[in-house]
């Protein structure tokens, strides 16, 4: 089955910073990359997401890239506020599956 | 409406208690999901209904227990749990399986379940 490691588990930055989580997977025909953002205490909600035939997409101050050749993709978040202070997971949709599998997630800490 | 919906929000039951989660969705999604959640983990599939038909059991122990009793409602009835089981049960659905679409997750708030 896939695989999906995610990586800092833990990423603490000052605000106006720059924040970038790294996941990689292992199944070469996943084509679906979804980004949720949970707050404590609620629901995991998804912030972007990425298709297998498209390298990069923005969205305000986020955006993902997807190299397919290397099997990994990055959350960029720029100009960090403290409302950004979340955990974060990425997903990898393998192929003929509908259902995602998730990395561990990262703990996003903005300090004022 | 694009929500999906669970009660209750918080559930405290102890051991031999039986109750039961709801969860409501009415996006016309035809895959309804439960998960399991620990502080700061991954959400952990636990059920997943295809067209209200049960098409995945990630072996979870039989006291838990699905149903779907149409295209809008998921429940899960608890049995016998264990203190180890307490944790946030989310609910999630997409659109049918099998389609063109992209099948993104839509989650409900979660029920946060206490096992005394």
């Known amino acids: 089955g896939e695989n999906v490691e995610q990586h800092p588990s833990t990423l603490s930055v000052q605000e106006g910073d720059s924040a970038v989580i790294k996941c990689t997977y292992s199944d070469s025909a996943s084509n679906y990359f979804p980004w949720y953002k949970q707050e404590l205490g609620k629901r995991p909600q998804l912030i972007i997401d990425?298709?297998?035939?498209?390298g990069e997409k923005k969205d305000q101050r986020i955006a993902v890239t997807l190299n397919k050749t290397a099997k990994h993709f990055s959350l960029h978040i720029t100009e960090t506020q403290p409302e950004d202070s979340a955990v974060y997971f990425c997903a990898a949709r393998p192929g003929g599956s509908y259902i995602p599998t998730f990395g561990r997630g990262t703990s996003l800490i903005v300090h004022p | 409406d694009t929500e999906v919906t669970q009660t209750p929000k918080h559930l405290v039951m102890g051991m031999t208690n039986k109750k039961s989660l709801k969860c409501e969705q009415h996006m016309g999604h035809r895959a309804m999901y439960w998960y399991k959640q620990k502080a700061k983990k991954p959400p952990e599939l636990m059920f997943v209904?295809?067209?209200?038909?049960?098409?995945i059991n990630e072996s979870v122990p039989s006291r838990f227990s699905p149903e779907c009793p149409n295209s809008s409602l998921l429940n899960l009835h608890l049995h016998a749990l264990q203190p180890e089981d307490s944790a946030l049960y989310l609910c999630a659905s997409s659109q049918a399986p099998g389609t063109s679409a992209d099948n993104e997750q839509f989650f409900g708030p979660g029920t946060r379940l206490t096992v005394l």
């Open positions: 209904y295809s067209y209200e038909k049960l098409s």
């Open positions: 990425i298709r297998s035939n498209v």
